[in-house]
């Protein structure tokens, strides 16, 4: 059984930072990729970073210079460093792992981040 468990949200002002973690269990972690999308209300989830197994990583356009995806293959745990934060990132966050990037299989439950302005 494949579980991811993200912690870390919570309500920051703007210009500040989070740092989101995703544990996971189930699966040979540093096999897999993992990915960060974010969902705000009414909107359709999106994709925010990703990092594969090859040490790659690929962000949206919007988070670029700003967030930064790492993964630690021994605790098998990745993260989402958010910095610069701004209102328009506020979301549910969710990580996901997956065969390959853009292939996602399992999803974690979400954790919400609130910026405020």
């Known amino acids: 059984q494949v579980q991811l468990v993200e912690s870390g949200g919570g309500l920051v002002q703007a210009g500040g930072s989070l740092k989101l973690s995703c544990a996971a269990s189930g699966r040979t972690f540093s096999s897999f990729a993992m990915g960060w999308f974010r969902q705000a209300p009414g909107k359709e989830r999106e994709f925010v970073a990703r990092?594969?197994?090859?040490?790659?990583?690929r962000y949206t356009d919007s988070v670029k210079g700003r967030f930064t995806i790492s993964r630690d293959n021994a605790k098998n745990t990745v993260y989402l460093q958010m910095n610069s934060l701004k209102p328009e990132d506020t979301a549910v966050y969710y990580c996901?792992?997956?065969?390959?990037?853009?292939?996602?299989?399992?999803w974690g439950q979400g954790t919400q981040v609130t910026v405020s302005s």
């Open positions: 990092s594969w197994s090859d040490g790659s990583t």
């Open positions: 996901a792992s997956g065969p390959r990037p853009g292939v996602y299989d399992y």
